[in-house]
Every structure is written in structure tokens, then in C-alpha cells.
């Protein structure tokens, strides 16, 4: 014999859990109504930040939180305006994103991807953040980029090198301000068949992930093409922290270069090691023995020490330049925060004010018209010189440096000088470029969301 | 034939970390039954005695240099650390070069203060608790001592270079009749380092009442205590002397890698491999492990060996693991009875 269980209560509970449940897309697609995900409605627009909090690059997402206040500030008319005044386009006067005024959240990528998409989920559906920034690995740009472009939200990458951000996996709603593994190669090769000749063999040790893959690939095309020889390109994993014996190998090869594909930990203890095995005071094939690292961080620099001393790199922004972009910069960050900013810094700054101007432009904060205000925008004042922002691929293609690790630093942030300014048309390609993805690579269609 | 000899030597002295943080491990787990999870922050805390024993020395006043201007054109802030003033600034500047030696020195007390409070204010809490409870409770201690460093010194690595009388590299080769074995000096010290301390911890078990009493412990804690031996104190003091070897080994290593706040989870779980296939509970058996999983690691990070099995360089220690559990479950060196019940 069956018997109803339907109580009153019960009855309440239920209704209640099922019309929380109906109510919960539209609660968290809060302004849809407007035509695109996150609409500001009121009098303020919330921007999401999310960079590494905790984890081995958390004081570079540290710095990159430091731009990213310094920007707000300028934005809303705080501060003395640091680049605003020096930004060519003038459409950034003080107050806020179109009248807005600008208010920020922020999240920990943890510099894990599936942590960095969920901090950024959280920031769009439970703050209702308009656009997301930040990140300090390509593995995280990549993910957290694709979850935009799902979401319908504009993201502007933070520290990001591998060619796959803007290449295979380029998105309608993703841009990058910063450089990339093609670009370091491009420019760096000349600089170095000048100083070490073309007559080089090269021995790669490469970290065991997408950066590193693309790192390795532009600087062998890159140094191939000038007449070095690659000897051998060994893989190492992501988690090593001894690289000796990686290092040794290479005292038993006939190599005369060794390039360190290798960021942040990787990059200093592999550094360190080679210093320590002696590679720098060997002599190969009558030729002195060099390293290379084709990408330099003036944080992860002070963490090799003495090693970085005359080893070659490339970098996306520099504090010692002397452009009036540049000086600006470091003279309002430097005021407030008593040290030089970091390239994570610059290029996090650089996009909060790109993504500002584009909505002032654009006249919308809909994400559609903001890539349509971002693509083929060419500026100046920024740090870079003459910039422009693709349209084809969303990538920012400016003059890159070549630095090398000061011989003798002044103070803890002086260790790298510029060696080289290597001008824009020197580290272009087609947007179609095989280490970019090829003809498949696309950036679909725009998402507005909602 | 170079090639071998120069992994073989990479080998011990990565062998040399593993094997200090194992006889640590298996200390531990022999005298007080606690797999300790923690031991890898203490690796990483002795580290981080050599880097504030280099900011002490280096603590410095500020003078004003008229002359040059920092970045953003004001008059640049120029360190003078005191001991520049006290002895000189050629004798201060080697004083401060030689930190990480002198590390040893000043860790060894704080390591065994470290290590009883650690035992006496949290693990001995669990020593009636299942194995979980203690892996649990351990692991997040270890994760509250790297977030407090890390508070403290920031995430990115710390350059702590050795003496530079000791800091670069020589002929190997010469002392055993080939040519071109070029080998870091500092990494030969650390071996040498290993070695004699794993060589005083055994002669001290082997050779002292204290250590007598420890070993019989060890073998059998109840009959100890029926005898009217204070066991546990003892077994505190070897819990603070597992801390010291980490502390050390953490000390030395120092000038091999920057130290940063993650080094004690990087060989933590590579540590308890060596335990495991050395055989729980057995010491010279995390020794010899050690110092095998060193080697073997080495030898598979060669480029020749990784084009025939690719990826062995990152399975390497963990096959061994497999093979030695499968083929030997009780590990290398281990005695019956421990771990099996």
C-alpha cells in the first residue's frame, strides 16, 4: 500500500530550491538584458583582475596587482596620470570608463589553469566583472582566454610569451599586448650572430610545456636562419630543480651555445648550474662558450644573482628606457611603490588603459565593439614606440629589446641593459605563419555573451 | 666513458639530498612510528637559515651618495652593512660571502628547537592516531611553514652563493686520470658534507648508551619503558636531531639552487619514494636509496637515454618504486614486520 509523503513544508522547500534554481542563469548573467554579458548598468564598472596570488610567480602577479591599482587610479582621475599623459589617443581624461567610474576584483590563477578559470568565473558570474586581465603563464592566457570568449568577455592577457596565445589558440575576445616566443627569436638571432658569430652550434634545454615548445622552435628557426647549427634540444621537465644533470651532457657535445629555454625557476636554477659546471669559462671549437636566455624577467633575474652577468635575452619593457611613455611610467609607479616596475607590470598597464580607451572609443562596453575599437589600433606613448594592435591575430606588434645581464648593477633592479631596440618590422609575420598556428588558426567570431 | 663518471657524480650529490631527508624520514618513522610529512619544510627552513643568516650580516645603514641618482633621479640610497663598519669592508664583505658556511653553525640550534616544538606541540598529539591523521596533520603543517616563509621572503627565488673560493668548478679528471670531468666544487663538498653526516648519525646510533638506548627503542618501546628508560624523551631528542640533518642538508644546498619557498615539497615526495624502496624503518637502507634513485635519475636525464625511452627522465624513480614494491614489497634493506601487519 503506498502512502503520500506531501507535507506543507516539504512542499515549500522544494518550491523554493526549484525557483532558485530557474532564477540562478539570469542571477548570474546579471544585465543580459542589455545585449551582452556584464552590461554596467549603474554608475560604476567593475574590472576583474586575475593574476597569481600565491604560487612560485606570485610577486610577479604581485607587481602586476600594483599596475593594475596604478591604472584604476589614473583612470579615475587619481595619481598624476602616469602614461594617460603621454597615450596617444586622448580619450582617457580622468573620469572613469565612459563616465564610469572603474572598480576591480581580483582572483588567484594560482598559475594553475583550472584555478585560473575558475577565479575568473567567479569574477564574471558572481562580481560581475566586464572584462578580465592578468595571468603570468601562457597555459593559464590560454585557458582563461577560451573561457572568456565562451562567457562572452573581453580578456586582456597579462605575461604571456607562447606563440599560441595569439597564435593557434587566438580568440575573438582575447588581445595581447605582450611579445611573444617568435618575436624574441626574430630579434634576438641577429644580435647574437653580431656577438657570437655565425659559425655557432647550439645545444637547447627546453621546459616540458607549450611555452617552451614554441620558445625553442622561434629561436632554432631564428638562429638556423642566421647559420648556427642546432647540436641537439633536450626536454626537461617542468618540475625539475636540479638541472645538472642535464647541464653535464652538455660539456660532451661540441656545442658551443647553450640556450636555456627556460622561465622563472627553471630559468634561475638552470642558469645556476650552467654557471657552476663552468660553461662560461669553457672554450669550444677555439670559441669562448656562451648561454642564452631568449626570455628575461628582471624579477627572475635577481633570483640567478651574479649568473645573469652578460647572457643575452629579449624582454617586452625595460624601466630604463627613456622614451616619455616609459619615464612616465616608472616615475608614478616608482612615487608610489619606492622601486622600478616589472615588464609584467608595464604590460598589465599598458592593457587596462588599451581596453579603457577602446570603450571610450567604441562609445560601448559590448565586447564586440570594443575588439572592433582594438583591432588595427595603432598608438604611441605606451613604453614600445609605434604599436599596433593586429586585427587578424589580436597580437600588439612593437619593437622588442635585447638586453644582457649588467655587469655591473647599481642596486638590485639595475641587472639588465639594453643592448639592442629591434625594430617592429624586423619580428613581423604573417598572421598565417606556420608557427602561428598555420591557415587553421583562426579568432572565430566575437562573442557578446548573454 | 666521461659522460657516465660526470652522472655517476650527479648522481651522489643529488643522491646525497634525498638520502640526508630520508634518514631524517625514517629516523622518524623508526623511533616515533609518524610519517612526517613536514620533513620537507624543514629541508626548506634549514635553506632558509643560510638566507637570514646573509640578510643578518647584511644589515646595513643608509648613506646618501650625492654623486649618482636611482631611478627616478633623486640621490641614490647607498647599503653600508655594519660589519663593512666593525671590520673593514674588505674582511665585512668576506664575512658576508662566507654566510652559508657559517649557516651550519647558526642553524644547528634553531633546527633542534624547530624539531621539539614541532614534536612536542603537534605530532605527539597523533601518535595514537591512524597513519592518515598523521600524514594529514604533518602535510598541513608543511603547508603552513612554506606560506609563512613565503610571507615573510616572497615567493621568488633567493641567490645564496657560495664563498667564492669555493664557487666555481675544476678538472675532475685529473684526480683519477682522464681529462674533462668538470665538476663544481661546491657539489663535492656537498657529498663530502652528506657522507660525514650520515656517517656521525650512524656512529652515534652504533656508538653512545644514548644511541644504544634509541635502538633498542626502536626494536621494542614497550620492554624500554617496562625497564624504566625515559624513551620518549629520547625519541624527542631524535625527532630534533631528523630536523638538524633536513636543516643541514637544506643549508648546504643552498648555493646548488636559489632557495625559494616550494624546495621542501619539490623533494618531499621524492624522499618518501626513497624511504619506500630503501624499506621503512631501515637507515641504511634510505641511505643507500638515496643515493640509487640519484643515480638513476641522472643517468635517465642523459639525452641518449631519453631518445630511446622518451620520458624516462620524468617515470624514472617511480618505475623503480613499481618494481621494487612488486618484486620486493618490503623494500631494499626492509625488516619484516614493519609497515606489514
Known sequence: ?450 | MEALILQILNGLDKGSAYALIALGLTLIFGTLGVVNFAHGALFMIGAFCAVTLQRILSISRETIDETRTDFLGNPLKVDIPYVYDWFGADAGQMIINWSVPLAILFSIPIMMLVGVIMERGLIKHFYKRPHADQILVTFGLAIVLQEIIKAIYGANPIPTPAPAALDGSFDFGVLIGMENIIYPYWRLIYFAFAMITIAAVFAFLQFTTFGMVVRAGMADRETVGLLGINIDRRFTIMFAIAACVAGLAGVMYTPINSPNYHMGMDFLVLSFVVVVVGGMGSLPGAVLAGFLLGILESFASMAQVIAIIPGINQVIIYLVAIIVLLTRPRGLMGRKGVMEE
Not at chain 1, 198 to 210: F, G, I, P, S, V
Not at chain 1, 305 to 329: C, M, P, Q, R, Y
Request: one cysteine or more.
Open chain 1, 1 to 450: 500500500m503506498s502512502k503520500s509523503n506531501v507535507t506543507r513544508r516539504g512542499v515549500l522547500k522544494t518550491g523554493a530550491a526549484a525557483g532558485a534554481g530557474l532564477a540562478l542563469p539570469t542571477i548570474l548573467t546579471a544585465g543580459s538584458h542589455s545585449g551582452f554579458t556584464n552590461a554596467p548598468t549603474g554608475s560604476t564598472v567593475t574590472l576583474g583582475f586575475n593574476v597569481p596570488q600565491s604560487g612560485p610567480y606570485a610577486d610577479e602577479g604581485a607587481d602586476e596587482l600594483r599596475a593594475y591599482e596604478l591604472a584604476v587610479e589614473h583612470l579615475n582621475g587619481g595619481g598624476d596620470g602616469g602614461m594617460i599623459n603621454t597615450f596617444s589617443s586622448k580619450t582617457l581624461e580622468g573620469n572613469g570608463i565612459l563616465g564610469k567610474k572603474v572598480e576591480y576584483v581580483t582572483g588567484d590563477t594560482q598559475t594553475k589553469s583550472d584555478a585560473a578559470r575558475a577565479s575568473a568565473k567567479s569574477m564574471i558570474e558572481k562580481d560581475g566583472a566586464v572584462m578580465i586581465t592578468g595571468g603570468s603563464s601562457s597555459g593559464v592566457a590560454v585557458a582563461v582566454q577560451a573561457l572568456c570568449q565562451e562567457a562572452g568577455i573581453i580578456f586582456m592577457a597579462g605575461l604571456t610569451h607562447s606563440n599560441d596565445t595569439t597564435g593557434k589558440d587566438r580568440k575573438a575576445n582575447g588581445f595581447r599586448h605582450f611579445f611573444n616566443s617568435y618575436m624574441s627569436g626574430a630579434a634576438l638571432a641577429p644580435v647574437l650572430a653580431n656577438a657570437y658569430g655565425k659559425d655557432r652550434k647550439a645545444y637547447h634545454l627546453t621546459a616540458d610545456y607549450n611555452w617552451g615548445y614554441t620558445t625553442e622552435e622561434a629561436v632554432v628557426q631564428a638562429t638556423e636562419g642566421m647559420g648556427w647549427e642546432t647540436v641537439n634540444a633536450v626536454k626537461t621537465p617542468l618540475t625539475q630543480t636540479d638541472f645538472s644533470s642535464y647541464i653535464a651532457p652538455v660539456l660532451q657535445t661540441d656545442a658551443d651555445v647553450l640556450v636555456l629555454n627556460h622561465y622563472g625557476g627553471n630559468m634561475i636554477n638552470s642558469l645556476t648550474s650552467a654557471v657552476q659546471f663552468g660553461l662560461r669559462d669553457k672554450v669550444v671549437n677555439n670559441k669562448d662558450f656562451q648561454i642564452v636566455v631568449p626570455l628575461y624577467s628582471r624579477l627572475m633575474a635577481r633570483g640567478a644573482g651574479a649568473n645573469v652577468k652578460g647572457i643575452f635575452g629579449s624582454t617586452n619593457w625595460h624601466w630604463s628606457l627613456t622614451d616619455e611613455g616609459s619615464k612616465a611610467f616608472t616615475k608614478s609607479f616608482g612615487t608610489k611603490y619606492g622601486f622600478p616596475p616589472s615588464q609584467a607590470a608595464h604590460t598589465v598597464y599598458c592593457q587596462t588603459l588599451l581596453y579603457a580607451d577602446a570603450v571610450n572609443r567604441a562609445k560601448s562596453f559590448n565586447p564586440c565593439a570594443v575588439a572592433e575599437a582594438l583591432e588595427d589600433f595603432e598608438f604611441d606613448g605606451l613604453g614600445n614606440g609605434k604599436t599596433l594592435y593586429r586585427g587578424a591575430d589580436h597580437q600588439c606588434f612593437k619593437d622588442v629589446l635585447v638586453v644582457k645581464g649588467k655587469e655591473n648593477p647599481t642596486s638590485e633592479f639595475d641587472l639588465l641593459e639594453v643592448v639592442e631596440v629591434t625594430p617592429v618590422a624586423q619580428v613581423m609575420y604573417e598572421p598565417d605563419h606556420p608557427q602561428m598556428g598555420g591557415a587553421e588558426a583562426t579568432l572565430g567570431s566575437c562573442n557578446p555573451g548573454a
